[in-house]
T-cell receptor, first 114, second 113 residues
């Protein structure tokens, strides 16, 4: 398996524009996590899915953020409208269901909102 | 709910010297504990994990961590660091019966020549 695949790797957009980040988890994994990494706040869990169903979105900062998982092999994180403070690295991770299973991370998407 | 505290944001250490990166956690249930490493411009990779049994766990590249339930700690150690260990290290916790994996803020390890 190629691992967790995220696209794009880098995104530069203007304030107010819509941004969509994409993730393909490892085949067979039951969980999908979206994290945001910043210098100030470290690695924050935004939302996670189990078997394509959103379980906990309490980490999503505002209504401008939304995430979907239409099938087991694809998820999106959308920011609309984007703001400069959304600039960060966004990671997608996936894992099996089972006690103590670790998460496997993608390479991340570096988002810059100007 | 679980939380993780990594007390040091940066740790400078000379090459071939020993290092300890500290991690404390808080949880109302039993936990699984992880250390991840992040090299520049890359995603996080699992370094080692504690599930149960022996409290000392080791990685293939010389790191080890010890689970201390009374201290609620899971410190990472290496007896002799190499320049290639330069990276950011994250401690993480997953509660037994919980789905979330919660990370600390990370510790940046600087290896000095």
């Amino acid at each position: 398996d190629a691992g967790v695949i995220q696209s794009p790797r880098h995104e530069v957009t203007e304030m107010g524009q819509e941004v969509t980040l994409r993730c393909k988890p490892i085949s067979g994994h039951d969980y999908l996590f979206w994290y945001r990494q910043t210098m100030m706040r470290g690695l924050e869990l935004l939302i996670y899915f189990n078997n394509n169903v959103p379980i906990d979105d309490s980490g999503m900062p505002e209504d401008r953020f939304s995430a979907k998982m239409p099938n087991a092999s694809f998820s999106t994180l959308k920011i609309q409208p984007s703001e400069p403070r959304d600039s960060a690295v966004y990671f997608c991770a996936s894992s099996f269901q089972g006690p103590g299973t670790e998460a496997f991370f993608g390479q991340g998407t570096r988002l810059t909102v100007v | 709910a679980q939380s993780v505290t990594q007390l040091d944001s940066q740790v400078p250490v000379f090459e071939e010297a020993p290092v300890e990166l500290r991690c404390n956690y808080s949880s109302s249930v039993s936990v699984y504990l992880f250390w991840y490493v992040q090299y520049p411009n890359q995603g996080l990779q699992l370094l080692l994990k504690y599930l149960s049994g022996s409290t000392l766990v080791e990685s293939i590249n010389g790191f080890e961590a010890e689970f201390n339930k009374s201290q609620t700690s899971f410190h990472l150690r290496k007896p002799s660091v190499h320049i290639s260990d330069t990276a950011e290290y994250f401690c993480a916790v997953r509660g037994v019966g919980d789905d979330k994996i919660i990370f600390g803020k990370g510790t940046r390890l600087h290896i000095l020549p």
